[in-house]
């Protein structure tokens, strides 16, 4: 308390974040991301300048929790949507917010190609190993052995093919220049994320490529687990395919950032 007998402020919703309540599902990652995104932005003053973009999925109504402009992409389309919007407008800052079945299954190709061409484009890859929207069939970064609405009895490597590492694919790319995969499922590695997306937007700002930030978030409803649960499954299981840490890093930045 100052002097004046008045509390002194020091935690609030950020300026690029809407005073809205989500949809989302009690447990789902997408509402924490949604503030480490918009933390970022106010912090590198970028709210302004900022174009957001993103493609059907769970995510498919983040314009109505983001202030800043937004622009919905088709399913699969956004990285190619936003090479557009970047193009035209240089002076913009450029995000993509997609989820697994978006970015790594309908978008595979507009992902390999914007990430090869290294565009000056900044993509968070909300990674909740199923399809979340659309009633939790098996998409491309599900499990072996997890269930899903098309996987009733697990899925299966010799039907199904084996879990698809996209930031592994994408790290060999020379037009990438950052990609760290990070977990929404403790407060350590929250923050972890805030300074990975952080650093993703440092990238774009400073034009040296296209950078992407994958979060394991819980998807409680789908996995048909608790909110705890789910947390703990992440921690537990899924980091196993995923392992958390950065994957490619050319900046230079070192420890600074």
């Known amino acids: 308390m100052s002097e004046q007998g008045a509390y002194k402020k020091i935690f609030g919703r950020p300026e ?110 909300i990674n909740n ?40 694919m994408l790290a060999v790319c020379e037009g990438v220049v950052y990609i760290e995969r990070c977990a929404l499922s403790s407060l350590k590695q929250i923050r972890q994320a805030r300074k990975a997306i952080l650093k993703s937007f440092q990238c774009q700002l400073d034009g040296l490529g296209f950078s992407l930030v994958e979060l394991l978030s819980p998807c409680p409803t789908n996995w048909k687990l608790s909110p705890e649960e789910a947390w703990g499954w992440v921690n537990e299981v899924m980091v196993k395919t995923y392992p958390l840490g950065v994957i490619k890093d050319t900046t230079g930045y070192g420890e600074k950032r």
């Open 16 to 125: 690029s974040l809407k005073d809205q309540a989500t949809h989302y599902c009690p447990g789902c990652g997408h509402s924490i991301a949604h503030r480490l995104v918009a933390e970022c932005l106010d912090e590198l003053g970028l709210r302004e300048r900022t174009i957001g973009v993103p493609p059907v999925g769970c995510a498919v109504l983040a314009y109505n929790y983001f202030n800043f402009d937004m622009i919905e992409a088709p399913h699969g389309r956004a990285l190619a949507v936003a090479t557009g919007i970047k193009r035209v407008r240089p002076d913009k800052f450029v995000l993509t917010y997609q989820g697994d079945g978006d970015l790594a299954a309908i978008g595979t190709a507009e992902t390999i190609h914007a990430a090869n061409r290294g565009e000056l484009i900044s993509t968070v890859f």
């Open 129 to 168: 190993a199923i399809y979340g929207m659309t009633g939790g069939q098996m998409a491309p970064t599900t499990l072996l052995g997890q269930d899903a609405t098309t996987t009733p009895g697990g899925r299966d490597k010799k039907l199904h093919g084996r879990p698809i590492d996209i930031s592994r």
